[in-house]
């Protein structure tokens, strides 16, 4: 924790903020929290979705009045002094304001008329900015032409015109590739040290939150625990192992399995084996000893910490979703499934054109039933519009789809049946209620009347929502809109389900719960395809594809990956990072530039 000499540019205390939403119970979004955020640092808010810290960011702005405690910034009340505080701040929320039809000067422009900033400053301010974020060259493009990190580092680019003493960032890297991911830190890291700017930044990355000085856990509108990440990490120390699973069983089976295990806090998929969290430091996990599995000790880390900080807080039973009596051992079920296994896709040669701009060049592959098959690649590299072609949202120039037997060419609505897609941005109806809109979904999927009312109550029993079905769907958490747009995709009981980017801006708990239900899936048969920009969400996938400049890279299970990049213990960040940066690396020399 800070030391009390040291300068804040942020102090809370007994913080709280209520809501009263319509027809809806009163909501506590924060509930007493005291926190100090010193300056020139940069500070980390980690918490799930629904925990308060969009609600936090903007009573600091004062775009909300808190209902009791108090709340300083830079020495000021916010409350007593809004103006003054707005003055030496900048916020960049989630859905920042670039003009999308404006070039990147005119937008910079824009929020130099804003401040009032001389003709003078603002060209040595652009002209410092522009270089730090690597965009000088790039000053008459329009906006909305951008890839998603270029857009990311104009934004912040914008909020920064006015050289603030304090940066507020509200999930700033949200659906931003690894490489614009590390571009981003690598910025933010050089601004605390050369302006000694003071940044308060939420994140749904825990390797994001590890790289501050300073980190805040909230759940529930209450404080769980602050200090550095050495200092949170060690709530975790003795309790982390790493065990592979048995030969040729996926990863996400051995950690569905681990996460039902009554000796365990938690589970994921790291560099090919499953890292976990015993609920004691000499406890066990009875699911090894019955398949013989031995685990080695691991390092703690920072989300380790945030995982056990969560399960003390709920002191609940963990909620399965979708589990199936049936289903139980799914290593077991697993290992006993030898036959062959069809193929639900088949890609010959994919081309997609935009006039002169091939997006997708010639890709081949295919995937089979029961599959999960990782969709990868930086912003702008053709992973998008692959993806559309395949949902038949978008026709191929030239090549062969074929989907559930059916050439998507030539009959669209035949292979859509067989279709369930997950947008990036949720397609709910958000004035309609949960169960309004799994009605509205069931009728355009064509489910006859008399069987839509069971599938809706099967359907939202599955996915935890029964007790939400009369919520407007605007008023849901991220996790609950994942989980009723999961429904409202899978209504139909499709053969193939399509999720694009579904966990962006989600946080680890909600991630966890949300590949459970992915693993049960597509234990049931169903093929899955997912694009993300979470890499370790690689390691779920039977398969992944790596894409760059619409040109395939690379194409195998992740094991297979790592054995031909010799790199047998690296993380899925290290692996995408080495072979898009080789692949940039061999055009340039190729190219001559």
Same mark, same amino acid.
């Given at each position: 924790?800070?030391?009390?000499?040291?300068?804040?540019?942020?102090?809370?205390?007994?913080?709280?903020?209520?809501?009263?939403?319509?027809?809806?119970?009163?909501?506590?979004?924060?509930?007493?929290?005291?926190?100090?955020?010193?300056?020139?640092?940069?500070?980390?808010?980690?918490?799930?979705?629904?925990?308060?810290?969009?609600?936090?960011?903007?009573?600091?702005?004062?775009? #909300?009045?808190?209902?009791?405690?108090?709340?300083?910034?830079?020495?000021?009340?916010?409350?007593?002094?809004?103006?003054?505080?707005?003055?030496?701040?900048?916020?960049?929320?989630?859905?920042?304001?670039?003009?999308?039809?404006?070039?990147?000067?005119?937008?910079?422009?824009?929020?130099?008329?804003?401040?009032?900033?001389?003709?003078?400053?603002?060209?040595?301010?652009?002209?410092?900015?522009?270089?730090?974020?690597?965009?000088?060259?790039?000053?008459?493009?329009?906006?909305?032409?951008?890839?998603?990190?270029?857009?990311?580092?104009?934004?912040?680019?914008?909020?920064?015109? $006015?050289?603030?003493?304090?940066?507020?960032?509200?999930?700033?890297?949200?659906?931003?590739?690894?490489?614009?991911?590390?571009?981003?830190?690598?910025?933010?890291?050089?601004?605390?040290?050369?302006?000694?700017?003071?940044?308060?930044?939420?994140?749904?990355?825990?390797?994001?939150?590890?790289? =501050?000085?300073?980190?805040?856990?909230?759940?529930?509108?209450?404080?769980?625990?602050?200090?550095?990440?050495?200092?949170?990490?060690?709530?975790?120390?003795?309790?982390?192992?790493?065990?592979?699973?048995?030969?040729?069983?996926?990863?996400?089976?051995?950690? =569905?399995?681990?996460?039902?295990?009554?000796?365990?806090?938690?589970?994921?998929?790291?560099?090919?084996?499953?890292?976990?969290?015993?609920?004691?430091?000499?406890?066990?996990?009875?699911?090894?000893? *019955?398949? *013989?599995?031995?685990?080695?000790?691991?390092?703690?880390?920072?989300?380790?910490?945030? #995982?056990?900080?969560?399960?003390?807080? $709920?002191?609940?039973?963990?909620?399965?979703?979708?589990?199936?009596?049936?289903?139980?051992?799914?290593?077991?079920? !697993?290992?006993?499934?030898?036959?062959?296994?069809?193929?639900?896709?088949?890609?010959?040669?994919?081309?997609?054109?935009?006039?002169? !701009?091939?997006?997708?060049?010639?890709? @081949?592959?295919?995937?089979?039933?029961?599959?999960?098959?990782?969709?990868?690649?930086?912003?702008?590299?053709?992973?998008?519009?692959?993806?559309?072609?395949?949902?038949?949202?978008?026709?191929?120039?030239?090549?062969?789809?074929?989907?559930?037997?059916?050439?998507?060419?030539?009959?669209?609505?035949?292979?859509?049946?067989?279709?369930?897609?997950?947008?990036?941005?949720? @397609?709910?109806?958000?004035?309609?209620?949960?169960?309004?809109?799994?009605?509205?979904?069931?009728?355009?999927?064509?489910?006859?009347?008399?069987?839509?009312?069971?599938?809706?109550?099967?359907?939202?029993?599955?996915?935890?929502?029964?007790?939400?079905?009369?919520?407007?769907?605007?008023?849901?958490?991220?996790?609950?809109?994942? *989980?009723?747009? #999961?429904?409202?995709?899978?209504?139909?009981?499709?053969?193939?389900?399509?999720?694009?980017?579904?966990? @962006?801006?989600?946080?680890?708990?909600?991630?966890?719960?949300?590949?459970?239900?992915?693993?049960?899936?597509?234990?049931?048969?169903?093929?899955?395809?997912?694009?993300?920009?979470?890499?370790?969400?690689?390691?779920? =996938?039977?398969?992944?594809?790596?894409?760059?400049?619409?040109?395939?890279?690379?194409?195998?299970?992740?094991?297979?990956?790592?054995?031909?990049?010799?790199?047998?213990?690296?993380? #899925?960040?290290?692996?995408?990072?080495?072979?898009?940066?080789?692949?940039?690396?061999?055009?340039?020399?190729?190219?001559?530039?």
């Amino acid at each position: 924790m800070p030391e009390a000499k040291t300068e804040l540019v942020i102090e809370a205390q007994g913080l709280t903020k209520i809501f009263t939403p319509k027809k809806l119970p009163q909501v506590t979004a924060l509930d007493s929290i005291s926190l100090q955020v010193p300056a020139g640092r940069l500070t980390a808010l980690v918490g799930p979705d629904g925990a308060g810290k969009t609600t936090l960011m903007r009573l600091i702005t004062g775009l #909300m009045d808190r209902d009791a405690g108090s709340l300083r910034v830079v020495g000021l009340d916010v409350e007593e002094h809004t103006q003054a505080v707005q003055d030496v701040l900048s916020y960049m929320p989630q859905k920042f304001g670039l003009y999308e039809d404006l070039s990147i000067q005119e937008n910079l422009n824009l929020y130099a008329d804003l401040h009032g900033m001389s003709e003078e400053a603002r060209q040595v301010r652009f002209a410092y900015l522009l270089d730090l974020m690597g965009l000088s060259a790039f000053r008459g493009r329009i906006a909305g032409k951008l890839s998603g990190g270029m857009k990311q580092k104009l934004g912040l680019a914008c909020t920064l015109v $006015s050289a603030p003493k304090l940066l507020l960032l509200d999930e700033p890297t949200a659906g931003v590739d690894p490489l614009s991911r590390r571009e981003l830190w690598s910025i933010l890291r050089q601004l605390v040290a050369r302006e000694q700017l003071s940044v308060f930044v939420s994140t749904a990355y825990m390797d994001e939150a590890a790289l =501050c000085s300073l980190v805040y856990v909230l759940n529930q509108g209450r404080i769980l625990a602050g200090g550095t990440p050495g200092e949170l990490q060690d709530i975790a120390r003795g309790r982390c192992y790493r065990v592979a699973p048995p030969e040729g069983i996926p990863t996400r089976i051995l950690q =569905c399995e681990l996460l039902e295990d009554a000796g365990v806090t938690d589970a994921v998929p790291v560099g090919g084996k499953v890292h976990f969290i015993l609920r004691e430091t000499q406890g066990k996990a009875g699911l090894l000893e *019955r398949h *013989r599995l031995t685990a080695e000790p691991a390092p703690e880390r920072l989300e380790d910490a945030f #995982m056990i900080l969560l399960e003390r807080d $709920s002191r609940k039973k963990r909620q399965q979703p979708g589990l199936d009596a049936r289903e139980q051992d799914l290593i077991s079920a !697993f290992a006993a499934e030898k036959k062959a296994v069809p193929v639900d896709i088949e890609v010959r040669d994919l081309v997609r054109k935009f006039g002169d !701009f091939t997006a997708v060049s010639h890709t @081949s592959f295919q995937v089979r039933q029961g599959e999960v098959f990782g969709l990868l690649g930086p912003n702008g590299a053709g992973k998008t519009t692959t993806f559309r072609m395949l949902c038949g949202l978008l026709p191929a120039t030239s090549g062969e789809l074929r989907v559930a037997g059916v050439n998507l060419r030539r009959a669209v609505t035949k292979a859509r049946a067989n279709i369930g897609y997950v947008a990036q941005k949720f @397609s709910l109806y958000e004035k309609l209620t949960v169960y309004e809109n799994l009605r509205f979904f069931g009728g355009a999927y064509g489910i006859p009347v008399g069987e839509l009312e069971n599938r809706i109550q099967e359907i939202m029993r599955e996915f935890h929502l029964t007790e939400r079905q009369a919520q407007a769907a605007e008023s849901l958490p991220g996790g609950y809109k994942q *989980r009723l747009s #999961m429904a409202a995709a899978l209504i139909h009981k499709p053969k193939i389900l399509f999720l694009d980017e579904p966990t @962006s801006g989600i946080d680890p708990l909600a991630r966890r719960t949300f590949w459970q239900q992915i693993t049960r899936l597509a234990a049931g048969g169903t093929t899955i395809i997912i694009t993300t920009h979470f890499m370790d969400e690689a390691e779920y =996938c039977d398969r992944m594809m790596i894409q760059d400049h619409g040109e395939l890279l690379i194409l195998g299970q992740p094991g297979d990956i790592r054995r031909r990049l010799q790199m047998p213990e690296a993380d #899925m960040n290290e692996i995408f990072i080495a072979i898009v940066e080789k692949a940039r690396q061999q055009a340039k020399e190729e190219s001559g530039t």
